[in-house]
């Protein structure tokens, strides 16, 4: 049903760590491989806003997350990871696995929750 599942999402203190993963469910691997994989996140009162994006080995990520987050994937698990290092109470929100494929065919996860307390 769902073709993006997160996982991984929870609280932290500021200046913690959090590992989130989206996996490609029901998306076959040449699909997978080809698509543009990325996160974005939607704090409270606030647009939903790209955190980070990833296309083959190229990235892309926000002013405000570069430095401490990185992206990757690995194809052959079907699954992205956005590493989230010097976490701020400002990234508090609900983060969403976005998957654009080749025919700009859009998909969405069902997004979790981070929390940063001071």
């Known amino acids: 049903q769902r073709q993006l599942v997160e996982s991984g999402g929870g609280s932290a203190q500021a200046g913690g760590s959090l590992r989130l993963s989206c996996k490609a469910s029901r998306t076959i691997l040449s699909e997978f491989v080809a698509a543009n994989m990325g996160w974005y996140r939607q704090r409270p009162g606030l647009e939903r806003e790209l955190v980070a994006n990833?296309?083959?080995?190229?990235?892309t990520y926000a002013d405000s997350v570069k430095g401490r987050f990185t992206i990757s994937r690995d194809n052959s698990r079907k699954t992205v990871y956005l590493q989230m290092n010097s976490l701020k109470p400002e990234d508090t929100a609900v983060y969403y696995c976005n998957q654009v494929r080749r025919s700009s065919e859009t998909y969405w996860g069902q997004g979790i929750q981070v929390i940063v307390s001071s």
């Open positions: 990833i296309t083959g080995g190229r990235t």
